[in-house]
């Protein structure tokens, strides 16, 4: 005993100091995923920052603006998308400047195409907070920022001359819609512009402050001429007039992309170099200026580095590992993935140019279809509090708009990709967070209304926004080919896939009424209609020599089906698979084949549609085998793991590992898809750790981790949680681990408590402060007989076989009369349930005989016929 704890103390001790001196910013490689497809972002930026501050390259694709390759760089800008698809040319990427040496001033090559330069080989380098680069021209370029301001600085090789371009009207996307750029003598340029979102209908207009000159004490640069320039006709925009000592240029906005080249140009003399301070703002550009004046007060550099840096060091540190012990590649993943993973969404609070609040603004929910699997899960974990400022946010959007915002893209609403996802969050914060939501400062009652209104309404044009209500209350699926008698319009394709995530949303409104004591016939309804996927199966379609897939379904019933390899990687006909009408297969950015696996609250259903958990794991194998996995989207992410379902978690265990080695790795092509806004690097941060949330729920799946200890912190409830792998064997960490190597769990001890399952982990021991042990063996066989566990618990939970069961009632004397007339209709029989009812009861739906049903400790009663007189009365 006493020995035992000494260990175990000695243990902390140590794990303690390799963490304080870990500096743990120092293992994020910003690079991963930026040489193709990854899109990541490896600029300055603090966590959620509105400034992202980066160097744009000419060739495109260049969604976060950067590319790790020789392409030339036309500026460093001053906000950007992280990971994301959409416009390929980017979005955001305003104000660049651009620093030019060794010209005339009013021959300066400032156009776009002229100044465009090339980077001196492996000239780039970031760490969390700074950026720099260099060109082959020996002016050096270095960035670090605050939430809305930073500075810039250019070292070039002489005192000059030397020349700062400051761009107006060059955005990443070129999609200049007029603005104004006002130059000072003293060395203020205040800029604004309009320009069009990189994902969605819409322009925004956003502003900036560049201040050029520094106390004395901080450099001895001096401007010595300053101007505008502007294409001298916008037949031939590259031609360009500088104009000396000219300070204001303003262009009306106008409804077509102009290809105007203007801006502002300085001259620099006194010191070889050239340092900016600037801010950014939504509201207008004096905001801009107080936003850098008062982020950046003193032109500090390396007091904004390390500030930025510490702040870093400070989200990473949630998870601690042993970093000298643990296998350094996996700590590379893991620490690079948690510093993409709170890149966004952005912390807009105070620069909202929509309506006045008293709650947080976040931009970059780009989108809530690609973040809701991972992002907001891992954020539940490790950041409850800027969790809780973002799920505000997103019930802000409801209270200004009527909706649960989808995908909001530089401040503007971008298109819905599939069903309104951002309900699968809040659903998530009501079930997580609920109880502690006052201190949070969420109004909770405002978060559940959200879901309703966002479950129930349809806006008149659900492009943007919202969910086709309609078509899902009237059919139970959205049907294909019907005209809406409402009037509602939005982009009628992708039927079957949205059907099938509009299930989840009714659902994550079922667990949110669950947690919050909402009204029972809510949590029926919403229960009910979460189960309505089935109604998008149909049995008769074949693939492969498996039968049933959710397919498209006409009005009257009949089926519209498409081949269920269409649109997955190994189709042998081109289909188009994007939101367009021209998409005619049901499915957005996916199969049938994987669209039919996608139903996380209920997969019990699906095993039973698919003929039961051998059946559903050969299903699985062929899916992989066939290559119908596509591990670069959001749809595949739960895949690995799909195995837990058919009580087969040693499955999971190597597939995850195969998934992860194959696909997965620390180069510029790390990224199998685009990181879309941190989802790719949450769902590596979760296969690491060992895990894998279940939507709009407590359960995590639970897995062996790919390190053998971590901490998990959270400084909500404050508390630190350790998990041990007992075992722990580095022969697992590759993609085909051999026989023997222990990647199968053996036992979990929660706190020294056998676990009830060996596949799921309820949220609240993962965030409760005490000791999981994972114990791992390599006994394959053994592993697939033990399974899940032997307990009626083992299974992870869904809905169809009545789990998910938390619907607590307060003791009441309601629920008390309530529980005594059902007493009366149920009979004499049953004479314990009045007393158990007082404190618990459970909802939930069998597969076996559809109905309400109340589950009581060892008694399983079908309610149904008196359930709605029984809610009734209590509404
Ligand atoms: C850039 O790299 C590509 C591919 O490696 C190569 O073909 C090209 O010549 C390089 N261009 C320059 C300017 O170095
Ligand atoms: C700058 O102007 C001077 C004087 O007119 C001229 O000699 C020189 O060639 C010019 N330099 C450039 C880079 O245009
Ligand atoms: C713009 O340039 C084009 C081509 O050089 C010329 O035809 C046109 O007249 C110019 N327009 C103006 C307003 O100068
Ligand atoms: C710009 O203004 C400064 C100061 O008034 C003056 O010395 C200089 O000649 C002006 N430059 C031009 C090109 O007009
Ligand atoms: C920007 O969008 C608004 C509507 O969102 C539209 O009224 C306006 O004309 C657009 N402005 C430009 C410059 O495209
Ligand atoms: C977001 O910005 C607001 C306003 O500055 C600040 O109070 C809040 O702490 C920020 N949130 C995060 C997560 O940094
Ligand atoms: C949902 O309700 C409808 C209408 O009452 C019923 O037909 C259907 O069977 C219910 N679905 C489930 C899964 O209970
Ligand atoms: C499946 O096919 C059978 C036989 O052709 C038919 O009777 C049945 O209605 C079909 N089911 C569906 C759901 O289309
Ligand atoms: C249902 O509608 C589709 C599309 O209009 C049609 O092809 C099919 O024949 C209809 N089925 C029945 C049973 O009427």
């Not at 600085?153 to 007029?178: E, I």
């Not at 925009?237 to 240029?249: E, F, Q, R, S, V």
């Not at 809406?484 to 995530?501: F, H, I, K, M, N």
Request: hydrophobic share 40%.
């Amino acid at each position: 005993m006493m020995a035992l704890s000494l260990s175990r103390i000695l243990f902390c001790v140590a794990a303690l100091s390799a963490s304080a001196n870990a500096d743990l910013t120092s293992l994020v490689n910003l690079f991963i995923g930026t040489g193709s497809s990854g899109n990541a972002f490896p600029g300055a930026a603090i966590p959620h920052a509105m400034a992202k501050v980066g160097i744009d390259v000419s060739t495109a694709p260049r969604q976060a603006g950067y590319l790790h390759d020789n392409s030339s760089i036309t500026g460093i800008s001053l906000m950007h998308d992280e990971g994301t698809g959409g416009n390929s040319n980017g979005g955001l990427g305003v104000f660049p400047l651009f620093p030019l040496t060794g010209c005339n001033f009013t021959s300066c090559p400032v156009g776009i195409a002229a100044r465009a330069a090339l980077r001196a080989a492996g000239a780039d380098a970031a760490t969390p907070g700074y950026f720099t680069t260099t060109f082959v021209n020996d002016i050096k370029i270095e960035a670090t920022s605050t939430r809305r301001s930073g500075l810039i600085r250019f070292t070039y090789p002489t005192t000059g001359p030397n020349h700062v371009v400051v761009d107006l009207t060059n955005d990443l996307g070129r999609s200049f819609s007029g603005g104004s750029i006002d130059v000072s003598a003293a060395g203020r340029v205040q800029l604004g512009g309009t320009y069009l979102q990189s994902y969605g209908p819409s322009n925004y207009t956003v502003f900036a402050c560049y201040d050029f000159t520094p106390p004395a004490s901080v450099s001895t640069q001096k401007i010595s001429e300053f101007g505008t320039y502007e294409s001298k006709n916008l037949t031939t925009p590259a031609t360009i007039t500088i104009t000396p000592n000219h300070t204001n240029l303003n262009f009306p906005f106008t409804a077509t992309v102009s290809p105007e080249q203007a801006g502002g140009l300085i001259a620099f003399t006194g010191s070889n170099t050239v340092l900016a301070r600037f801010g950014v703002s939504f509201i207008n550009s004096d905001q801009a200026c107080a936003n850098a004046e008062a982020e950046v007060p003193d032109w500090d550099w390396e007091k904004i580095q390390t500030a930025s840096a510490d702040a870093w060091e400070d989200v990473l540190s949630r998870v601690t590992v042993n970093t000298a012990t643990e296998d350094a590649t996996v700590v590379e993943l893991l620490y690079s993935s948690l510093y993409r993973a709170s890149l966004v969404p952005a912390n807009l609070t105070d620069e909202n140019p929509y309506w006045d609040s008293p709650y947080p603004f976040y931009d970059a929910f780009f989108c809530s279809w690609d973040t809701f699997r991972t992002v907001h899960p891992l954020l539940s974990i490790i950041d409850p509090k800027e969790w809780s400022e973002i799920v505000n946010a997103y019930v802000d959007g409801w209270r200004h708009t009527g909706f649960i915002p989808e995908c909001r893209a530089n401040t503007k609403p971008g298109y819905v990709q599939g069903g309104s996802d951002g309900m699968v969050p809040l659903g998530d914060f009501a079930v997580k967070y609920g109880s502690r939501a006052a201190d949070l400062g969420v109004p909770i009652d405002d978060l559940y209304q959200a879901l309703v209104d966002t479950a129930e309404n349809t806006p008149p044009d659900w492009l943007t926004v919202g969910r086709q209500n309609t078509a899902w209350k009237t059919f139970g699926y959205i049907p294909t080919d019907w005209v809406d008698p409402s009037g509602a319009v939005g982009l009628p394709t992708r039927e079957a896939s949205r059907a099938w995530e509009y299930a989840v949303g009714d659902f994550a409104v079922r667990q949110a009424g669950i947690a919050l004591d909402k009204a029972p016939g809510d949590v029926v309804k919403y229960s009910n209609r979460s189960m309505n996927f089935v109604n998008m199966w149909d049995a008769n379609t074949t693939s492969d020599g498996f039968s049933g897939f959710a397919q498209r379904r006409y009005p009257n019933g009949t089926f519209a089906p498409s081949p269920p390899n269409a649109c997955s990687p190994v189709d042998p006909v081109s289909h188009s698979c994007a939101r367009g009408t021209d998409n005619d297969v049901g499915f957005y950015e996916s199969s049938s084949w994987e669209y039919s696996f996608f139903a996380p609250h209920s997969m019990s259903t699906l095993v039973g549609l698919m003929g039961g958990p051998a059946n559903f794991v050969t299903r699985v194998d062929h899916y992989f085998a066939t290559g119908y996995f596509l591990a670069g989207n959001e749809p595949g992410f739960a895949m690995p793991w799909s195995y837990h379902y058919a009580n087969r978690p040693d499955l999971s265990a190597l597939r995850v590992r195969n998934v992860l080695y194959n696909n997965f790795n620390t180069g510029i092509s790390g990224i199998p898809g685009n990181d879309d806004s941190g989802a790719m690097a949450a769902l590596l941060t979760f296969h690491i750790l060992g895990m894998y949330p279940v939507p709009a729920s407590k359960q995590l799946l639970i897995g062996s981790p790919l390190l053998s200890a971590y901490t998990l912190r959270n400084e909500v409830l404050g508390t630190t949680t350790s998990f041990s792998v007992t075992g722990f064997d580095k022969a697992g960490l590759q993609a085909t681990p051999a026989a023997g190597a222990r990647v199968f769990v053996k036992s979990i001890t929660i706190n020294g408590h056998p676990s009830p399952s060996l596949c799921w982990i309820d949220f609240d021991d993962v965030v409760g402060g005490g000791n999981i042990v994972i114990e791992v063996y390599g006994d394959a066989t053994a592993a697939a007989a033990a399974g899940c566990g032997p307990g009626a618990k083992a299974l992870p939970d869904s809905l169809a076989t009545g789990r998910f069961p938390c619907m607590i009632y307060p003791r009441s004397a309601l629920y008390v009369s309530m529980c005594r007339r059902r007493k009366r209709m149920l009979g004499s029989k049953h004479t314990v349930v009045s007393r158990v009812c007082r404190y618990k009861v459970y909802l939930g739906f069998e597969n076996k005989q559809d109905g309400i049903y109340c589950t009581l400790q060892g008694f399983e009663v079908l309610i149904s016929t008196c359930t709605p007189v029984y809610f009734e009365s209590i509404i």
